[in-house]
Structure formats: structure tokens, C-alpha cells
């Protein structure tokens, strides 16, 4: 006779999430990875958990643990043979190759996203596939993506703002200081939640590469000066 649990999916999720926030979290998905690699769900669950780690822990063995998910997960082909779920595994591990530094990595693994899929008209997959192009020093193709991501109605103000960030910087480093211009005024103009300690309306946030220095603000009046 089959019994069924009282402990609903909601309620097991809930406690995984706890059990992998505490300090060592990153040792314990380590530890249990090769535990989740029997479905595209499970698979798509550790994935979510190991790129949604803030960049703070980067020195904490991040980067090492997104590599070996992509190891891992490529050799479980088969888990991408599961329709909707293995488009959303896909997009986990786009997210989890740039964290890795691997920006060819995340082209890889967006070709694996079906053609019909609305992933792909997605703004998260717009953000990652532009990113992974300006690293790769394909910026002519990045551009159009990154405007995707500001026109996306699933885009939030904040993703909205570092897509128009990205595209300052790349239509300067494409010579377009017109365009580039436009994008910081944009950026500097649109409206959203006030976010403490990230500057005023009047200055520009950029965000970079640097664990010691995350980001930094542009005074938009200068910019102006410049640019003119």
C-alpha cells in the first residue's frame, strides 16, 4: 500500500531554503549536490539556490561551486530533454557560467533554450545572453538585448536600470557618445523604489566586477559636461 506524506512540497521547499541560508551553506550544497541531479526540478532547484548567492561570497568558494553544477549538470544531458523545465535549467545555468566567469558558457548553454520558448523573450535571458556578448567583446550584438531588457513589461525598475547602466558604457565603448548619453539620462530619469545607500536621482549607480568596490555613482551634471 502506497501512503502519501503529510508534508506538502510548499512546506519541504520552505525548509530547504533555511536549511541552505545559514553561514555554511555553501560547504553544504558542496556536500549535497550530487543529491539533486536525479530530476529537471531538482536540478532546477539547486541551481535557483546556488546563483541567487549574493557576489559578497565570492571568496567563499562561489565560483567554485557554480563550476562544478556546470559540470555536473552537463553531464546530465538527459535532464534537458523535459520540455519547459529543461528551458528554465537552461536559463539556471546561463545564470550560473557568468557567475563562473564563463561568458562563452552562458552562449553555450543559451542555445540549448528551445526557439519557441518564451524564455527567450524573457528579459532575465535577454540580461544574461548581453552580458555574456559585451564580455566576449561583441557589443554591436549585446546592445539590442539590453534595450530588450529596459523595454521588458517583466523587467523590474532595478533590472531595468542596470540594463540602461550596461548600455551607457557600451555605446561609449562603440563611439556613440549620443546614444550613450541617452541611456544615462534615461537611467537617471526612471522611476522606482528608493534604494538606501544607492544615491540620489541626480546621480548614476553603476555596479562592477570589483568585491572591494561593488559600485559607483556618476554625478549626471558632470557627465553632461562631458559628453556636450
Not at 531554503?17 to 531538482?42: C, K, S, V, W
Not at 549574493?54 to 534537458?80: M, P, Y
Request: glycine share 6%; net charge negative.
Amino acid at each position: 500500500m502506497l501512503f502519501r506524506s503529510n508534508i506538502t512540497r510548499e512546506t519541504l521547499l520552505h525548509s530547504l531554503g533555511y536549511l541552505y541560508r545559514n553561514e555554511n551553506r555553501i560547504a553544504m550544497l558542496g556536500r549535497d549536490l550530487d543529491q539533486f541531479f536525479d530530476t529537471a526540478p531538482h536540478a532546477l532547484y539547486v541551481s535557483d539556490v546556488i546563483t541567487s548567492i549574493g557576489a559578497q561570497n565570492s571568496q567563499s568558494g562561489i565560483h567554485q561551486l557554480a563550476a562544478n553544477l556546470v559540470t555536473k549538470l552537463e553531464a546530465r544531458r538527459d535532464l534537458f530533454r523535459e520540455g519547459a523545465q529543461a528551458d528554465a535549467l537552461a536559463l539556471a545555468l546561463m545564470r550560473s557560467a557568468l557567475r563562473e566567469g564563463d561568458p562563452e558558457g552562458v552562449l553555450r548553454f543559451a542555445e540549448r533554450v528551445s526557439p519557441s520558448s518564451s524564455v527567450r523573450l524573457g528579459s532575465e535571458y535577454a540580461w544574461l545572453t548581453g552580458s555574456a556578448l559585451t564580455l566576449t567583446g561583441r557589443r554591436t550584438e549585446s546592445a539590442p538585448l539590453f534595450e530588450r531588457v529596459v523595454a521588458s513589461a517583466d523587467a523590474s525598475a532595478l533590472d531595468k536600470k542596470s540594463a540602461l547602466s550596461a548600455l551607457t558604457s557600451t555605446y561609449g565603448e562603440m563611439g556613440q557618445p549620443v546614444d550613450a548619453l541617452h541611456a544615462a539620462i534615461r537611467q537617471a530619469t526612471l522611476e522606482e523604489e528608493p534604494l538606501t545607500g544607492h544615491g540620489s536621482p541626480d546621480m548614476l549607480y553603476f555596479e562592477t566586477n570589483d568585491d572591494e568596490h561593488p559600485f559607483y555613482f556618476l554625478d549626471l551634471a558632470y557627465l553632461l559636461d562631458v559628453q556636450l
